[in-house]
Structure formats: C-alpha cells, structure tokens
C-alpha cells in the first residue's frame, strides 16, 4: 500500500498517478486504449492498476484485485469512463458497483460509441457519485491514439525526421549516416516501440536497405510496411529477410507483377497488399485498412515524396522533428520534397510546439494544425 500525506492529498495528485500507471502500456494495448486506476481509502491508494493489452483484464479489474474487500467505500480514480459493455472482457462499471465503490472521479468520456457516456450512467445508477473532467486534457493527450483511431477510423500518424540545420536530409550523394545523435537515434527507436506500424516508401528501401526494427531496450518491433507501388523492392531488402517476429507488409498496385507477389507473399511474415489502382497506391485506404487490422499508430519515417505526400492528404497528425547542428549545402533531398503548397497562406501550421535543445541536436515536437 502506498500513503499519501495528508498535506499534499487531492483529486489531481490521486488522478496524476493513475495518467502514470496507464503511460507504462505505451504501444502495448492497440486498438483499446491506455488507461490507469487508483484505488483511495481514507487518503491511502489501497489498490492500482493498468491496462497491459487487448483481451486481458482492465485496469479497474487489477486495482480492484489488489485492494480486495477494502474496495468497499472507496474512491477510484480512473483515467477513462469505465466500459459498460461485453467485449473480449466483463463491463468495468458492473465490476465496480459490485466492489460497492462510493465515489468515481473520471478523467474523461469515453469516444467509444459503445460507452459514451453509458458507463457514468450504469454508476450513477446504481448510486455511486461521480465526477467527470478532471484533468481532462492530459487524458486526452494521452489516449490521442485511440482518440483518433475510433472517432475517425484513421491511425495517429508521426512524422519523424532528421534533417541538417540547412535542411537536408542527406547529402547530394545520397549519404545520411549520420545527421543525429546518438541520444536522438535512441529516441527514434523508442518511438518505434511505442507505434504499431513503421511506415516508409520504396526509395527509402532501394537506398538505404533498412531492417526497420527497433533496438531500444525491451522495445518491440512494429510492423514494416512499404509503399511500393511497382513492385520493385529488392527480394533480398533486409526488411524481408530481418530475423524478427514482426510482419513486412508491402502495399502496391495493379502495376505489379502477379509473379513477383506470389514469390514475396510466400515469404514469411511478408504479406502484400494489392490496390485496384494503376500507379500510386490510395494512401487514405491504406491507412483505413490498418485501422481494420487494429493498428491504430503509425511512425512514418523515410524520404520527402511520401511525407509529403501523407501531409497533402491531412493524415499526419504529429512531428518528431530532429535538426542537427551541421551544414552540407548542395542539393541534397529535403524532408518534404513531396509536399506541394504554392502560397505561403496555405503552409501547413504547428500547434503546441517544444523544443529541446539538451541532447545536442534542436528536437521539435509539434501537433499539425487542422485545417478548417
């Protein structure tokens, strides 16, 4: 059990704690979402918890195991409205009025159309206070994966890159290792532990023949996928041949050789995606049927056409920006040489911008406005 002081006890330090917990699933429990539940009794946490995955218990579920019969009048501090439903497990809010809980605080509402709002009805119900909205937008923050993934039926999109101070993400030789350091490096890899789905196109492959894994600590590797629509990917390219449990999954289009995907589908964990289009591959289906196949983040990394081109569509919602404190002028690809705007006006905006400068390298994270 873990004591709070009394001196320093209130909603939001009890809320803080259960934003905490459900932050330590990051990139584990696509398609449901992150959430954290504390347990308070007489200003004492007498129980906690967290989602670990999709299909195991809830986090209401583990808080109330651990507290055992002292459930009985607490408080629970829940980062998500309790589910109402059967899915793959038993409703949370049933399981919290049969633990006779006296008091819910709620972060936030859940988008899910199969609770919004049901689930606070099902504990108002039954008698149970509850009190909804605190610390809202850190919850939202949060939970922005699934936000996105069930309100619109798109995957949360981050753009990350690397590029020189002067722009480049390579030099006019094609050479890009290294633009960032190492500490950036760990942090690109980290990211891809925490997304589901690693996206690059067919250039990035043919020059650099990245494996696409990550190399972080007790990180995961998330599923390849290469925009490819020719086909033409090298049938030997490390993000085929990679020793990982992962799948590589190469969407394409009716340009490529019926031949040449029989021999890439019978490969294993490489499955390939044919689109009934001529040339480019429907970035906006593409990007639906993840969603369809419960993988809710993608990390696009790689070369300026297909950034670019994600940007002009409106599906990326975030940027990982990494600028390195180095020059190599000449003309060198740039980071969004697919992107196409030709009045100032129409540039696409940032919201809620930091920048850090501690590591070495100028990182600048930012939310892409939406456009009206």
Not at 95 to 124: E, F, H, S, W
Not at 302 to 307: D, E, K, P, S, Y
Not at 323 to 341: E, T, Y
């Amino acid at each position: 059990m873990q004591k709070v002081s009394s001196s320093t006890s209130s909603d939001e330090q009890f809320m803080r704690r259960a934003l905490e917990l459900a932050a330590k699933a990051v990139g584990r429990t696509s398609p449901n979402p992150l959430v954290g539940c504390v347990l308070v009794k007489d200003n004492q946490i007498i129980g906690e918890g967290f989602h670990l995955k999709a299909g195991t218990p809830h986090a209401e579920v583990h808080a109330l195991s651990t507290a055992g019969d002292q459930a009985n009048g607490s408080t629970a501090y829940v980062t998500l409205e309790p589910c109402s439903h059967f899915g793959r497990t038993p409703p949370c809010a049933d399981a919290l009025i049969r633990a006779k809980i006296k008091r819910v605080v709620v972060a936030m509402m859940d988008p899910n159309p199969l609770v919004a709002g049901q689930g606070l009805d099902r504990l108002r119900e039954a008698g149970i206070q509850v009190d909804l909205g605190l610390m809202n937008l850190e919850a939202q923050r949060l939970n922005e994966v699934f936000i996105k993934a069930i309100s619109t039926g798109l995957p949360f999109v981050i753009y990350k890159s690397a590029m020189t101070l002067d722009g480049k993400i390579a030099t006019e030789t094609g050479d890009s290792r290294w633009i960032s350091n190492e500490i950036s490096r760990k942090f690109a890899h980290q990211l891809r532990s925490y997304c589901d789905v690693i996206l690059v196109g067919s250039e990035t492959v043919h020059k650099d023949n990245p494996a696409l894994t990550c190399r972080s600590i007790n990180g995961k590797d998330p599923i390849r996928l290469i925009i490819d629509g020719s086909l033409r990917i090298n049938e030997n390219a490390k993000v085929l041949t990679s020793s990982t449990a992962s799948h590589c999954i190469i969407a394409t289009t009716l340009s490529a050789s019926k031949e040449k995907i029989k021999r890439l589908d019978s490969l294993p964990r490489v499955d390939v995606w044919q689109y009934d289009t001529e040339r480019y591959v429907p970035l906006n289906k593409l990007m639906r049927d993840l969603v369809r196949n419960s993988w809710t983040s993608v990390l696009l990394e790689g070369g300026g056409g297909l950034a670019g081109a994600m940007l002009q569509e409106n599906l990326v919602d975030k940027v990982e920006l990494f600028i390195a404190p180095k020059l190599v002028g000449g003309n060198g690809p740039s980071p969004l040489s697919g992107l196409h705007i030709e009045r100032m006006a129409e540039a696409i905006n940032l919201n809620d911008l930091s920048v850090d400068m501690s590591t070495g390298d100028l990182h600048v994270t930012g939310y892409i406005q939406p456009k009206v």
